[in-house]
């Protein structure tokens, strides 16, 4: 068996899909089909259940995965050892940053990085938060920008970076821009416009109202601070979000008085990293710190 035959099987496992997990790693669908065929063949058994829409492992295919990331880890690590002796990084370096959020000192880490080191491959794909603390937790990312409810996930090696309270915005007029203080029973009596599920933001607002015991109208979830500013500008309902964001628009900002938790924006990374997510980090604490 060969690196690259796990490669493709990893890719086509978290991808689900063979077209994609080809698109992933570059070559043609009947390419990775055929090395994927060759891998079963090698170990006498088959990988992926392809009966259905999707591609989903079996019983051995799940067997396999983790040491077949294990394996690709292991390899990576070996080059990266022999760059950071030589002062040349190599590989790849796969980052996550939370749906929606534009967050100029992470691009000026990343361009940094890539300028140092032109040698590793950067990618960058946006998601909810929770997913990819799971991610970086397996090993399918190395780094992510995500947002939590109190404190980073566990876990994970991470750097806060924004600590603060959950905000209520509205239009001038608005009922809300008249509460002082606003307490989150009051801010639930209306319709509201916040982040959906498995983001920082939404995370605060739930584990709030579920301690209370309270059901907020949710009528609309988008994944951006700009379209929850806007929607809530034109009265669609209470946008719900933190105070540097809502800093950001033309409305009216009410903190949640009684929210104790508050919404936290850090950067996590694997624990033991290779020299690549180090040096990334690096950068990172530089860019972040310069930006506050």
Not at 104 to 123: D, I, K, R
Request: negative net charge.
């Amino acid at each position: 068996m060969e690196l690259r035959q796990l490669e493709y099987f990893v890719a086509v496992a978290e991808e689900q899909n063979f077209t994609r997990a080809a698109d992933r790693v570059h070559i043609s669908q009947s390419g990775i089909s055929a090395q994927i065929r060759q891998l079963e063949k090698e170990l006498g058994t088959e990988l992926f259940d392809r009966s259905g829409r999707t591609a989903t492992l079996t019983v051995a295919g799940k067997a396999a995965l983790e040491h077949a990331r294990a394996a690709l880890a292991a390899a990576g690590a070996v080059e990266q050892a022999v760059g950071e002796v030589s002062d040349v990084l190599r590989g790849r370096l796969r980052l996550g940053m939370v749906v929606g959020c534009t967050v100029t000192p992470l691009f000026e880490a990343l361009a940094a990085f890539h300028q140092a080191y032109p040698g590793v491959e950067l990618s960058l794909t946006e998601d909810a938060s929770d997913r990819m603390a799971d991610g970086v937790r397996l090993g399918e990312l190395d780094a992510a920008l995500i947002g939590a409810a109190g404190a980073p996930p566990s876990g994970v090696e991470s750097l806060t970076l924004v600590s603060e309270p959950l905000v209520a915005v509205v239009p001038a007029g608005h009922p809300v821009a008249e509460r002082r203080p606003l307490t989150l029973r009051a801010l639930c009596a209306y319709p509201l416009v916040c982040m959906p599920r498995g983001t920082g933001l939404r995370a605060v607002l739930d584990g709030a109202c579920a301690a209370r015991g309270l059901s907020p109208t949710i009528v609309v979830e988008a994944g951006a601070g700009d379209a929850i500013a806007d929607l809530a500008g034109r009265g669609l309902g209470v946008g719900v979000l933190s105070a540097s964001m809502a800093a950001a628009y033309p409305l009216v900002a009410r903190e949640v008085s009684d929210v104790d938790d508050p919404a936290v924006l850090a950067l996590i990374w694997r624990t033991a990293p290779p020299p690549a997510v180090r040096r990334f980090v690096s950068l990172a604490r530089k860019s972040f710190s310069a930006a506050r």
